[in-house]
Every structure is written in structure tokens, then in C-alpha cells.
């Protein structure tokens, strides 16, 4: 790194130092912005209750961040995941056990998993969970129609693709389940396959909460959830204590700007948000999991961490083969995952983060160990606990202003990491016995101009990686090459142990 660079570094970190502690003075000021929207919430949701509207309940504070979202135009929010199976999913099973499990009630009478059977109202600027006084299970669980007698992995690979940004029927609860036969792979020639689909807005719930729900409808959740590993917090997450708390509020000022301007990216991934077609060009990528664990430890760095080195490496060889300007760094956000899941509810238990990526360090060797060091850091500092805890607040907003100020704007990418089951899990309910073959997911890139989507699944003990760049952005012809990028770099990275610097 050269010395203008660190200067500079040193000067904007400074910079964001003094505006820190600049407007600490108005972080205690927060409570008094708060409080006119708290009031103005409790009264619409004592007004909703007096004035009888059939709203089931008003939207958690949580849930509501995520589900002020454009559901009937251009949904942002959606999360799609795709099962495969060997055998053949009988659909009048799959649909009469749905039923009996989405019909499950307490001892009060009253559902357990009411929201799958109600929709989204608006009324005072606030969501409410609103009854679907015509539901029916068969308008949310259907038959794939195909184009033909089979169907095809490229038809449905496309079919999936569109998924995420389809609109959703008005007044009917935001999911559906399609069930795909006579699905045909070439990795599987002449058996018998069929594909589970999910789709479900994320105002519903994160993706383990979603999977929860629906792998428990067909039977299956028993079987996956010991085979599930378990999730990675961040430090204060588990139990943070009061100095942990405390150091997470005199810090806030400084995370807030590093999570919020500070993650504001400036390349040739980012364009103008109406220019946006919101479909993606994808590629994909399959490595046995030891096989890449086994490299981590030869590297000394943690599983994430390599795999978010390789891809940092693809996309800086991309962006330097293609003539476009490299950052030193671009941000991607994710999601983390929280303790204290109840499983019983449907429920968003996540907060948002963002990480930078490493992509204006030249020397291999730098590159890998910074990423790990950035990831380690993040997991380690009060930024996820500071997410965490101001997610609600962002909910006390009317949907409006939800919608105006609660965008990403700022990153390059999203990028979605989800561990799956171990093990193949069978299906033993849904006609003859199916076994699961394969786990695919892709969500929408929040609201904002993000066009690019980084997805990470470890399941059946392989590793996938999945890069999806909005049709605005790329070609496929320039996808393919970036994913030929990130291949070349996970090569380069199994193929030594860290031991050795030079410039890729």
C-alpha cells in the first residue's frame, strides 16, 4: 500500500472520528425523535382494535422494515428456495398436508401460523396482518405448468429467475408452493426427479424461519433440523453484557457512518436505481465442502473468510480485464443471523451489516488474510449489535418513511450465506419416498440500486456459489467471464497454502 493511500486512509478515518463525536450529542436526542412516532403507532393500533377492522395484529417492528415494499408492482423483499428431489412428489398429499398443519391452533383456539393465511393491509401509514376472508391452500400450493410434458433445468433456472421480482396477488398472504414434476438434469439422466419451490416475502420471515415453516407443512423439518449446523454469531450476540452494551452506544455515532456513508461505493456495478431491470444474469460454481475446509486451515483463516477472499479476487480480475477503475474497497450487506429463534413463529431474527472487500489490495497472500481480518472484526465489533437494536426504531416509522430512507443505496453487492442440512434428508410423506438431491435459494437485493447478489449455500457437503448481476449491469457473456474469475481464484487458493506473496 502506498504511502498517499495510507495517508489518505488515516486522514478519512480521522474524519469520521471527529464527525462521531461531533453528533454524539444528537444520538442523545434520539428518545425525543422517537417518542411522537411511538405515540402515533400505539394509537393506530388501539384505533384499529376500537374500530374493528379485521386486522389480525399490527406488523412487528422487524417484520415491518422488511415488508414496506412495493408487493403489488415490483416486489425487492422476496426469497425463493428451490429442493430437488429424487422421486416423485405426489401434490395432493403435499397440498392436504400443508393444510393440516397451517389449520394447527392452541389451546385458545387460535391459529398457530396465522399469517399464512393473512395478507398485508395498510391502514394509518402502519401494517396490519389482515384475515383472507376466501382463502384457499390451492391458490398458494399449485402445479408447475410447463412448457411441455418435462420440464428442464434451463426452463426452470429462468422460470426462478423471474420469481423474485413477480408481483404478488392483492389480498392474498405473500407465499406460494410450487411442486415440479418430471423434472429433468443431465447430472441425472433417466431418473425420476421432482423440485419443491418456495416463494415468500421476507415481510413473512428470514430464510430459517421460512424453511422452518414449510419443511415442517411436508414433514421434513424433524429430519433437517439435526442435521442443520449451528448458525455463527457475532460476538454480541450471545449475551452481551452491560459494558458490551455500552461500548455498543458511545460507538454508534462512529458505526452508524462506517455502516451507513461510509459503505457508499463508487464502480462500474453501480448505476442509477430506475435503470435497474431487477432480473439477473447468473453463474454458478459447486466445490466439495472438506475440500475447501481443509484449505482454509492450510491458509489459517476461517471458512468465510477464504470464500470471501476468492470471490473479492474474482471480481477484482474482472474489473481489471475489463478496464474498469479499482476501488480499494466495496462493500457488500448481509444479513445476520440472531439467537432466541422461536419456532413457533414465523419471524425475521436478523439484523443487517455491511463488510468491506478487500478489492484494491494487489498481493494475493494480503488480500486473503485482510478479508479474514475484516471478517473477524466485523463479527467482533458492536456493529451488529447496533443493527440489531436500532431495527425496531426504523419500525416505529410510518411506511413511508420506511420506504424513503430504508434503502441501499450505498453497497455493491448483497450477499446471502445459508447452511444447510449435512446430509441428504428423505421425504417419506409425500407419496412414495423422496430423497433430497439439491438446495438452491436467491432473494431480491433489497430496495435501493444494488445490482449485484452474492449467494453462499453449504448443503449435502458441497459448497455453492452463486453470483447473480442485474441484466442492466452485464451480458451473460461478461457474468460467465467474472464467474470464470472467482474459479481461477479458488484454483489459485487450493492450490497453495498461503506461503507465498504475488500480485493476482
Not at 46 to 53: M, P
Not at 103 to 109: C, G, L, M, P, T
Not at 230 to 257: D, E, K, Q, T
Not at 348 to 358: D, S
Request: hydrophobic share 40%; aromatic share 14%; glycine share 6%.
Amino acid at each position: 500500500m502506498t504511502f498517499i493511500r495510507k495517508l489518505s486512509n488515516f486522514l478519512t478515518e480521522l474524519i469520521f472520528i471527529l464527525v462521531a463525536v461531533l453528533s454524539f450529542p444528537s444520538f442523545l436526542l434520539l428518545p425525543l425523535f422517537i417518542l411522537p412516532f411511538y405515540i402515533y403507532r400505539t394509537i393506530i393500533k388501539c384505533l384499529s382494535k376500537t374500530l374493528n377492522l379485521k386486522a389480525a395484529k399490527i406488523m412487528t417492528l422487524r417484520n415491518s422494515v422488511v415488508a414496506n415494499d412495493n408487493l403489488y408492482t415490483r416486489p425487492e423483499q422476496t426469497v425463493v428456495i428451490s429442493i430437488g428431489f429424487k422421486g416423485r412428489l405426489d401434490y395432493q398429499i403435499t397440498l392436504d398436508m400443508a393444510t393440516a398443519h397451517f389449520d394447527k391452533r392452541n389451546d385458545k383456539n387460535e391459529l398457530l401460523f396465522p399469517e399464512f393465511k393473512q395478507y398485508y393491509s395498510s391502514w394509518g401509514g402502519y401494517l396490519f396482518w389482515k384475515n383472507d376472508d376466501s382463502f384457499e391452500m390451492s391458490n398458494h400450493i399449485r402445479k408447475y405448468e410447463g412448457k411441455s410434458s418435462t420440464v428442464s433445468y434451463e426452463e426452470l433456472k429462468e422460470f426462478c429467475l423471474e420469481l423474485p421480482r413477480k408481483p404478488y396477488t392483492r389480498k392474498r398472504s405473500p407465499w406460494e408452493v410450487l411442486v415440479v414434476n418430471d423434472f429433468q438434469h443431465d447430472e441425472f439422466p433417466g431418473e425420476e426427479l421432482s423440485v419443491l419451490i418456495l416463494r415468500v416475502h421476507h415481510g413473512l420471515g428470514d430464510g430459517f424461519s421460512i424453511l422452518e415453516s414449510f419443511t415442517s407443512a411436508v414433514g421434513m423439518w424433524e429430519n433437517i433440523k439435526e442435521k442443520l449446523p449451528l448458525p455463527i454469531y457475532s460476538s454480541g450476540a450471545v449475551n452481551p453484557s452491560f459494558w458490551y452494551y455500552l461500548w455498543m452506544f458511545l460507538s454508534s455515532p462512529y458505526h452508524s457512518l462506517k455502516q451507513g456513508p461510509g459503505s457508499y461505493d463508487i464502480n462500474a456495478f453501480r448505476i442509477k436505481g430506475k435503470n435497474l431491470q431487477k432480473k439477473l444474469r447468473t453463474g454458478h460454481l459447486k466445490y466439495e465442502l472438506d475440500f475447501i475446509k481443509g484449505n482454509c486451515k492450510k491458509w489459517g483463516v476461517t471458512f468465510s473468510g477464504f470464500v470471501f477472499a476468492a470471490v473479492c479476487g474474482g471480481f477484482r480480475n474482472f474489473m481489471l480485464e475489463n478496464d474498469m477503475k479499482v476501488p480499494e474497497y466495496f462493500h457488500v450487506g448481509m444479513p445476520f443471523p440472531w439467537p432466541g429463534r422461536n419456532s413457533s413463529k414465523v419471524q425475521n431474527r436478523m439484523c443487517v451489516c455491511i463488510m468491506k472487500f478487500p478489492v484494491g489490495t494487489a498481493l494475493l497472500e494480503e488480500r486473503v488474510q485482510l478479508t479474514d481480518e475484516i471478517w473477524k472484526k466485523l463479527k467482533k465489533s458492536p456493529a451488529p449489535l447496533m443493527n440489531w437494536t436500532f431495527m425496531p426504531i426504523f419500525g416505529l416509522l410510518p411506511g413511508f418513511l420506511v420506504k424513503m430512507f430504508i434503502r441501499n443505496n450505498f453497497t455493491t453487492a448483497v450477499l446471502s450465506n445459508f447452511p444447510g442440512p449435512e446430509d441428504k434428508i428423505e421425504l417419506r410423506s409425500a407419496g412414495e419416498p423422496c430423497l433430497t438431491e439439491d438446495i438452491e435459494f436467491v432473494t431480491g437485493l433489497w430496495r435501493g440500486n444494488c445490482g449485484v447478489g452474492i449467494g453462499i449455500l453449504s448443503a449435502h457437503g458441497i459448497l455453492k456459489v452463486n453470483i447473480g448481476v442485474d441484466e442492466a449491469i452485464l451480458e451473460q457473456t461478461q457474468v460467465d467471464a467474472l464467474k470464470s474469475h472467482i474459479e481461477k481464484e479458488f484454483k489459485i487458493l487450493t492450490n497453495h497454502s498461503g506461503v507465498f506473496n504475488c500480485e493476482v
